[in-house]
């Protein structure tokens, strides 16, 4: 039984440590330590396997940047507040320009695996098996997502806002929990500043045409 467990563990430390490779992580920085203890995020390159705006995962369509977040030291669960102190870590570190300024303004969670129970005006009951989220809807796009999968984060950003996305575990262990931030409500089509200068003329010629019939 003690040699089982052994070779269990060393399968365990393989398998994470093949994952971390074949997601490409790098640059990490340090952003909290407790009792010897470090909580990290790096930079998750190839994130379109695992986070997709039209479910091919294929390349183009991912994220603009994403992340690992290992919160060794602090809470197991990355909120809002643990979210914007990794960021700004990050930041501060100069490998990070993306995120110079950033801040989490919003953060909406599904609560705990197997069903959503948080903030169901944004997620289904049933979201971590669809591995589909639409805030359509309601009327919002979205900048970031969150999953959660064991003690790992990963974290995925937009520069241009998202109403839809499809996701999947980015480790074996399958997603604990989900969140989106930085909401916003969807905008409106914008009418072209040309129309606004030809609809007068437009007008101004069918009042002419007009005429023209009454006189004849």
Request: proline share 3%; hydrophobic share 45%.
């Given at each position: 039984m003690k040699t089982l467990k052994i070779f269990a563990s060393v399968a365990l430390s393989l398998f994470i440590a093949?994952?971390?490779?074949?997601?490409?992580?790098?640059?990490e920085v340090i952003y909290a330590t407790?009792?010897?203890?470090?909580?990290?995020?790096?930079?998750?390159?190839?994130?379109?396997?695992?986070?997709?705006?039209?479910?091919?995962?294929?390349a183009g369509t991912g994220p603009d940047y994403a992340y690992q977040l290992n919160p060794k030291a602090t809470t197991?669960?990355?909120?809002?507040?643990?979210?914007?102190?990794?960021?700004?870590?990050?930041?501060?570190?100069?490998?990070?320009a993306e995120l110079v300024g950033y801040d989490v303004?919003?953060?909406?969670?599904?609560g705990s695996y197997p069903a959503a129970?948080?903030?169901?005006?944004?997620f289904t009951s049933d979201v971590?098996?669809?591995g589909y989220v639409n805030t359509t809807s309601l009327g919002l796009?979205?900048?970031?997502?969150?999953?959660?999968?064991?003690?790992?984060?990963?974290?995925?950003?937009?520069?241009d806002a998202v109403s839809e996305l499809y996701f999947k575990s980015f480790i074996k262990q399958g997603i604990s929990h989900i969140a989106l931030f930085n909401t916003a409500n969807i905008s409106a089509v914008p009418v072209p500043a040309a129309l606004w200068l030809f609809a007068p003329a437009l007008l101004g010629l069918v009042g002419l045409r007009r005429k023209q019939s009454t006189i004849k």
């Amino acid at each position: 039984m003690k040699t089982l467990k052994i070779f269990a563990s060393v399968a365990l430390s393989l398998f994470i440590a093949s994952s971390a490779s074949a997601a490409h992580l790098s640059d990490e920085v340090i952003y909290a330590t407790k009792n010897k203890k470090e909580s990290t995020i790096q930079h998750f390159a190839g994130a379109y396997q695992y986070v997709s705006t039209d479910g091919s995962f294929s390349a183009g369509t991912g994220p603009d940047y994403a992340y690992q977040l290992n919160p060794k030291a602090t809470t197991n669960a990355v909120k809002q507040a643990e979210l914007n102190t990794a960021f700004d870590a990050a930041a501060g570190s100069g490998k990070y320009a993306e995120l110079v300024g950033y801040d989490v303004l919003d953060f909406y969670s599904t609560g705990s695996y197997p069903a959503a129970t948080e903030n169901t005006d944004f997620f289904t009951s049933d979201v971590f098996s669809t591995g589909y989220v639409n805030t359509t809807s309601l009327g919002l796009t979205f900048e970031g997502i969150m999953l959660k999968s064991g003690n790992t984060t990963f974290v995925a950003l937009f520069d241009d806002a998202v109403s839809e996305l499809y996701f999947k575990s980015f480790i074996k262990q399958g997603i604990s929990h989900i969140a989106l931030f930085n909401t916003a409500n969807i905008s409106a089509v914008p009418v072209p500043a040309a129309l606004w200068l030809f609809a007068p003329a437009l007008l101004g010629l069918v009042g002419l045409r007009r005429k023209q019939s009454t006189i004849k």
